[in-house]
């Protein structure tokens, strides 16, 4: 049986568990050599009611196998929101495979406020119990039990719950129970499962049971896709619609967008020598985006509703709808259409379960005469006109004020907009050393990231340790100097480093002979162990996303270097591989006394089947020896 009684009893003595069966599935360890625990029961009971209301039981009873798991299980913590939700700790108990109890209930028990951190402040109305159980060590069984009960959802009829079959680590016995209304028909999406659950009816309740038992690990391949035929899920939520959610966030809002006194002289003050309506638009971004705080709130309804403008104006922050908001508002009064866009930053939707609980971000839709802006109030270093790269490619819904609601993909940058190019001119002298003036320029989300770093969170000492580091990075020994910055990137360019890298360690004299380093030109790496771990397992079972092998930015190095009179390079064969892996290329050639090596590299995106892990392997195999080749360079010295 799953849920046995809490009663504990005693025989002959010893204190022993009710009768379980559960506890008969503990495992031999020395089968299990490289697992630090194992789940002999994953268990969970999902009891909803039409109008959201409800409760979650999970049970969970873990055979410790290796002292590394003991941390992990000895200390545990639950989470709840005490508004509407309420948490019950079932039972914690230690006990051995046999059943007898060597810890009843936990030595520490606290409960307390999630504090809010300084440095990115996050306010939110929860708790966390947490708890200390006294004697886990390997051999022993750790078995608990908790519910939280949903007292009232923020979105009447709104819930949502993801559950794993497949969890990392085998599972001896698995188990989802769904209890509903008979006349309430929940959606659900299941993945990859390899039965079908089994579903009865009785006294006005459906029971939806998915179990499953002895579920094998699922050996994590490199560069898995996320959309796979292997993992075993269940998600569930509501029957509602995308509509639905929209309407609701727009009632949610709708007061939320008056335009106070207040309100009109913050904005006669923004945009005060502004000559055009775009300058107008730009001033208002810069204001909300910058010099309004970013703080997440999530108190009482805060977490989905909006503070006004007024508020945000007075206490000078807000969290990521506020600033939607206020910027909306503005937007508005330009006479700009601009709407509230909800989202997932980052992360993935399942767009068969519309439910409020798969956001958890805003930002703003600008309609202009060249096409619909997407705005994140919250990124201040993202100029305007550009996401920051959470927020692209992303599902969102953009909500009208009459809620109306509009289902949308966000754009993403042209992966041909996105890279570095590092330029290096130089000299080599007869001993060796070179001097060497160095440019890197980063465009899309790369240069807003340097620019970020090295403009506008740095001080001077963290810049000469850059410039330390770039030069060193360009030969050893090298001294930099004449550090300078070239920002594009408010008109959509690049961010560019220019500097000077002095008297660095370019070759090694032998004889005749010298050899030639160039460690600017990124190698490929040792990747025997990457191929063995990508053989390791046949066949391969997940697809393979490209993305992961090589991100979509390009980069290219080029490098001209002036050798002495009279050194002439022996050149590797240049090298050019294109595929459905990426592209790569490596150029070398040498007129007169100029040598000059190319190098590019361009990522490539998309899911590719499992059975071609061996063109991957191929791939990789090819890039590496070509890498190797230009890891040191022979120059002859005829004079």
Sequence with gaps: MFFPVLAVIVSAGAVRAPADTIYALAVDSTKYRTEPFVYLLDDGVLRVEADGRGSRTYRQVIQILKPSAVEQWAEYSFSYEPKHQRLVVNWMRVVSPAGEVISDKPGISQDADVPAPMGDPTYVEQKVRRMSLPNVRPGMLVDYSYTIEELNPFRPGDFFSAWRITTGLPVRRSRLVLDTPVSFSPRIVERNLPFKPVIQEANGRRVTVWAAHDVPKIEGEPFAADSNGVVQTVEIGAPSTWHDIGAWYARLARDRYAMTPLVEQKLAKVVAGARSLDDS???????????????????????????????????????????????????????????????????????????????????????????????????????????????????????????????????????????????????????????????????????????????????????????????????????????????????????????????????????????????????????????????????????????????????????????????????????????????????????????????????????????????????????????????????????
């Excluded at 240069?447 to 963290?462: F, I, N, P, V, W």
């Excluded at 790569?584 to 490539?604: H, K, M, N, P």
Aim: charged share 20%; glycine share 8%; proline share 6%.
């Design 281 to 639: 638009i730009k001033a208002i971004h810069h204001y909300v985006a910058k010099d309004v705080r970013y703080v997440a709130i999530a108190l009482g309804q805060g977490g989905y509703q909006p503070r006004s403008p007024a508020d945000v104006i007075t206490t000078g922050y807000g969290d990521c709808k506020d600033k939607a908001t206020l910027f909306i508002t503005l937007m508005t009064r330009l006479g700009v259409q601009a709407n509230p866009v909800l989202l997932s930053a980052g992360g993935k939707v399942e767009r068969r379960l519309p439910t409020i609980a798969q956001f958890n971000h805003a930002i703003a839709a600008v309609e202009r005469p060249s096409g619909r802006l997407f705005v994140d109030l919250t990124a201040g270093d993202v100029p305007w006109g550009a996401l920051p790269s959470p927020d692209q490619g992303q599902f969102v819904l953009v909500v009208h004020p009459d809620g109306r609601t509009e289902e949308v993909v966000t754009p993403e940058d042209d992966a041909a907009s996105v890279g570095s190019i590092l330029t290096i001119n130089g000299a080599l002298d007869t001993t060796g050393y070179a001097t060497t003036h160095a440019r890197m320029s980063m465009s899309g989300s790369m240069g807003l990231s340097l620019r970020m770093a090295l403009t506008e969170s740095s001080d001077s000492a963290a810049r000469d340790i850059f410039l330390r580091q770039a030069a060193s990075g360009i030969y050893p020994e090298s001294e930099g100097d004449s550090l300078r910055f070239i920002d594009q990137t408010s008109t959509g360019g690049s961010f560019t480093v220019d500097f000077v890298a002095r008297g660095g360690r370019a070759a090694q004299l032998a004889g005749s002979v010298a050899i030639l380093a160039l460690p600017f030109i990124r190698q490929q790496g040792d990747v025997k162990p990457l191929i063995a771990e990508l053989r390791a397992h046949p066949p391969r079972r997940f697809p393979i996303d490209v993305e992961q092998l090589s991100a979509r930015a390009s980069e290219e190095v080029r490098v001209r270097l002036e050798l002495p009179e009279g050194w002439r390079a022996q050149l590797p064969k240049s090298v050019s591989l294109s595929g459905d892996f990426g592209e790569f290329s490596l150029a070398y050639a040498q007129e007169g006394r100029i040598l000059t090596v190319t190098q590019r590299r361009a990522g490539r995106t998309g899911i590719l089947p499992p059975d071609r892990v061996n063109d991957l392997v191929q791939w990789l195999e090819q890039v590496a020896a070509a890498s190797r080749e230009s890891d040191s360079i022979v120059l002859s010295r005829t004079s």
